[in-house]
């Protein structure tokens, strides 16, 4: 695919007036109601599919000599739920942030077109159609990322996404054409009947193409790095869609193609998810940790969670190999309750990080401040996302992270030394992860929301209007649902579990999602909902009993807040993004790799006076670094030797023309 | 394992506990054995610092007797001062003074603190800390010997 970007001189500017204004009004909530749709339509067929009989339909005439097929089954049915839900909190949200931000027509079209995109993929029923979806979902999400295209840093974003997304793509081909091809088919279910007669080598080439093009969608080291590249750049809403539903696919890629069709394949395919998991959750947490920027720091906590859910993968598919069904039944549960809960707490995330982009123009933390009383609204929103992406009890990622730890101690490793060195090293990997995680999501609440603001911008904030906040809304009441009562999901992933027999998917194996969350055959158990009704109980408890206490001590005093003796604080005073996470940034210095400079300068009468301290700090990503510049760098140079053949002479290409029919019609003679 | 031939070769170095002085102030949190002090140098020549360091050493121990330094005047009973007040700390010795919770207590130690001492009358000088706030214990002595510091702080402490 070919993307031309016409570089305007000039930004267009938003024209004003009442009947400008009705008319964006309009075609917002034309636009936003349309993706809204789409994804209640999408929460319907989703469900309906995994409850009822899957559903097929088959288009011949739309794409010639194979027709569009499309199967939705019960594995399908949850993602295209699950981007549904997603599009409905953005779809409602949009309606308000199109109209403040000014959206142009384009992305407003691009938005809907998007999401019918992402439905499509999981319904796919054959590896053409797959392939269509996967494209058209590629592009409407690139065309999405550029709409702010008169930004040099957009573009460049968008360039890094095109690449990444279309080398992806290829390799996804590649992969999908030799399975069809040894499958003897171009329909999954075709494919999946022969799956016993395809060769090993095959099943390899095939194991490791998709997980390298797959694992570039889910933002899994060492193919990430387009993720903190484009959802910072990208639109709010979009970012959501990306970030909460797109992600997904590769995930959902990996489990279709790999462990339903495929599987079970040998050990070594469970170890390279795992391994590849925990070095991405670690990785990804520990730039999160350390990121100034809202949405990047998202970002990179999408490729931590991208990370634990294909952690959980890997040990449900290494675990059945084993033939301990009950602990990967538990693995797999994890993994697709995971899965729910990071689109739930992901959307919110980007949702409230775009209400303040959209308040205060800023995403850089280190300006922010100060939120909690100018945005009341979306700093519960934000609380609320930020608690699910830490993983403590109370927060949607909790169930799912309890329930990834409890598989992996679990495992059985009596004489199996690989199960025994990988589960308890997985185990620190996940503990590493959550507890940087809560780092990581600490300093973006506490800096961002709390304290005083550290910016003219960040002190102007006004609360985002209300279609903004529904959106929002939506999302949060869905990760109240997963935090506190996931007993809802337990009918769900039964029947999903029991779509997967080769990764443990003896259903009535699974763990008891009920008040209390029981795991068949071992000890230990938790009950979220009466966690959170303890708590409530402690607070109510705590309030009434100081209350009762405070009842015959004097009134209360107003004393000045409390600065060390000096006369009043300011903002200057507060831990800023960067400090806060300063420590860290020492401890992991070796894997951050962070170029800091202090300049010092003096006062010119005396040296011993310092004028001012300036603190300079560039944290790039050093897997870009070390393994991208060299590769960017050896294809430019190959690109500079194949130009000589291109010298601008048209008989030249001509005569390449008449070389190439000709040696094609020697060759098929 | 040559700590442990140290700890018994040292013996014990606590100064004895003398006999409870007669109570001068109510302890402020009206229980007594706890007593938590913010202390503010407002003109000090540090050597009242260096003896109330010492009277909350491992020889003296005045944690002992209830009393303790804590780091910000919300958490204090009371305030303990140390040297003439200065133009520049007069204003911060208010505002710690406010901040500190009522009932409250303000115990100023040496000579400079009750009355303005060696630096009475300098050109930075307010004056003492008796004579910019109300001054409930005073502790004489230039500077005062941890021994007599923590006998003041026995008789609000209680202990």
Redo the contacts between chains.
């Keep these: 695919m070919t993307t031309t970007l016409h570089d305007s001189p000039t930004v267009p500017l938003p024209d004003e007036g009442p009947r400008a204004a009705r008319r964006v009004r309009g075609q917002a909530i034309l636009s936003g109601g349309l993706t809204a749709v789409l994804g209640a339509a999408g929460v319907a067929l989703g469900l309906s599919a995994i409850f009822g009989e899957p559903r097929h339909l088959r288009i011949g005439w739309l794409l010639p000599l194979v027709g569009v097929r499309f199967d939705l089954g019960p594995l399908g049915g949850l993602f295209v739920a699950v981007t549904g839900a997603v599009s409905i909190a953005v779809g409602v949200y949009a309606v308000g942030y199109a109209q403040r931000e000014h959206w142009a027509r384009f992305p407003l079209v691009m938005l809907p077109l998007f999401v019918a995109a992402m439905l499509l993929v999981p319904a796919a029923g054959t590896v053409t159609t797959f392939l269509l979806s996967w494209e058209l979902m590629a592009g409407a999400s690139l065309a999405l990322v550029l709409s702010e295209h008169h930004r040099e840093a957009v573009r460049s974003a968008g360039t890094f996404y095109a690449v990444m997304t279309q080398l992806g793509f290829a390799a996804i081909l590649l992969a999908l054409v030799v399975l069809s091809a040894a499958g003897g088919g171009d329909a999954f279910d075709t494919i999946a009947a022969h799956a016993d007669g395809i060769s090993s080598g095959t099943r390899t080439a095939v194991y490791l193409l998709t997980l390298m093009g797959f694992g570039s969608k889910a933002g899994l080291l060492p193919l990430h790095a387009w993720l903190p590249r484009a959802h910072p750049e990208a639109p709010s809403p979009v970012s959501a869609l990306m970030s909460a539903a797109m992600v997904n696919m590769g995930i959902y890629g990996i489990i279709r193609i790999d462990l339903q069709i495929l599987g079970p394949g040998p050990h070594w395919w469970g170890l390279t998810l795992m391994i590849f998991g925990a070095v991405s959750a670690v990785f990804g947490v520990l730039q999160a940790s350390v990121a100034t920027d809202v949405k990047r720091l998202f970002a990179y906590s999408t490729t931590e969670n991208m990370g634990l859910v294909t952690l959980a993968l890997g040990a449900a598919t290494l675990l059945s190999s084993y033939g301990a069904n009950l602990v990967a039944a538990m693995a797999m549960t994890a993994a697709l309750l995971l899965i729910l809960s990071h689109a739930s707490f992901k959307t919110l995330g980007f949702l409230a990080a775009g209400s303040v982009l959209a308040a205060t123009g800023l995403r850089d933390l280190d300006k922010l401040g100060g939120l909690a009383r100018r945005m009341p609204g979306t700093t519960v929103m934000f609380g609320i996302a930020a608690l699910g992406a830490s993983g403590l009890p109370l927060g949607a990622g909790f169930v799912g992270e309890w329930l990834l730890l409890q598989s992996l101690i679990h495992s059985p490793h009596d004489d199996n030394t690989l199960l025994a060195l990988m589960m308890p090293l997985s185990v620190g990997a996940v503990a590493l992860t959550t507890g940087l995680g809560i780092a990581a999501m600490v300093k973006a609440f506490g800096v961002g929301f709390l304290a005083r603001p550290r910016s003219a911008a960040a002190e102007a904030a006004r609360e985002a209007p209300a279609s903004m906040l529904t959106g929002m809304t939506l999302a949060a009441a869905a990760c109240m649902v997963f935090a506190v009562a996931p007993v809802v999901l337990g009918p769900l992933l039964t029947q999903v579990l029991a779509a997967l027999p080769t990764v443990g998917g003896d259903a009535a194996a699974g763990p008891v999602l009920g008040t209390f969350l029981r795991l068949p055959g071992f000890a230990g158990s938790t009950s979220p909902g009466l966690i959170a009704a303890a708590l409530v109980i402690a607070v109510l408890l705590a309030l009434g009993l100081t209350r009762w206490g405070a009842r015959r001590r004097p009134a209360a005093?107003v004393?000045?807040l409390?600065?060390c003796?000096?006369?009043s604080l300011s903002s200057r005073m507060q831990y800023t993004a960067t400090s806060f996470a300063e420590p860290l940034q020492r401890v992991f210095d070796n894997v951050l790799q962070p170029d800091t400079d202090v300049e010092v300068t003096h006062f010119a009468e005396s040296q011993y006076l310092v004028e001012k301290v300036t603190y300079r700090a560039l944290l790039a990503d050093p897997v870009e670094q070390r393994l991208y510049t060299p590769v960017v760098r050896a294809v430019t140079t190959w690109a500079q030797w194949v130009r000589r053949a291109h010298p601008g002479s048209v008989h030249l290409y001509l005569a390449y023309g008449a070389l190439g029919l000709l040696i094609v019609l020697v060759i098929a003679r | 394992m040559s700590w442990i031939g140290k700890i018994r070769r040292a013996g014990r170095i606590v100064e004895p506990a003398y006999d409870a002085p007669e109570a001068t102030v109510a302890p402020p949190t009206g229980v007594p054995g706890s007593l938590q002090l913010r202390h503010v140098d407002c003109g000090s020549c540090n050597g009242c610092e260096l003896e109330i360091t010492s009277a909350f050493s491992s020889v003296y121990d005045a944690e002992r007797f209830g009393a303790r330094v804590v780091a910000s005047p919300r958490h204090a009973d009371g305030l303990i001062t140390t040297g003439v007040v200065t133009h520049n700390m007069h204003q911060p010795l208010l505002n710690t003074l406010n901040s500190v919770p009522e009932p409250r207590v303000v115990i100023a130690v040496g000579d400079c603190a009750i009355n303005g001492g060696a630096f009475a009358r300098g050109y930075g000088v307010v004056g003492s800390v008796a004579d910019v706030i109300p001054v409930d214990v005073q502790v004489p002595g230039c500077p005062p010997t941890p021994q007599q510091i923590i006998t003041a702080l026995r008789t609000v402490s209680g202990r």
């Design positions: 005093a004393a000045p409390w600065a003796g000096a006369d």
